[in-house]
Every structure is written in structure tokens, then in C-alpha cells.
């Protein structure tokens, strides 16, 4: 879940600023929604979550 809440504050940000449209987001977001029909949906959580874990390590 916080893999979540950090993606939806960089997009966020990115609206904020200027650098994201919002047909682009819902984009990104429907890609999203597909990808995890797909049998990819595994690979792709298995590989967020060993990322999240070595950037976690880096703080202590």
C-alpha cells in the first residue's frame, strides 16, 4: 500500500507542476488496471516489492 500512496503523490506533484496532463494520468492508471489482469501482475509485484526493500535499507 505504500508503494501506492507514493506513486499517487508523484503524480500529484507532477499535475501540479505542469508536467503531467490529466488524459496522460488516466492513461498511466488504465496501463496500470491492465497490467494487473495480466500474468506479468506477479513479476512486476515481486519486483516493487524487493525495490521498496533495498531503498528501505538505505536509511539505516
Known amino acids: 500500500m505504500p508503494l ?3 506513486l499517487a ?3 500529484l506533484f ?4 505542469g508536467s503531467l496532463k490529466t488524459t496522460h494520468a488516466l492513461a498511466c492508471g488504465a496501463l496500470g488496471f491492465y497490467l494487473a489482469d495480466t500474468s506479468l501482475a506477479t513479476s512486476i509485484q515481486a519486483a516493487s516489492t ?6 528501505g535499507t538505505f536509511g539505516t
Open 9 to 11: 503523490a508523484a503524480a
Open 50 to 55: 524487493n525495490l521498496v526493500s533495498m531503498i
Open 4 to 6: 501506492v500512496i507514493a
Open 14 to 17: 507532477l499535475k501540479r507542476k
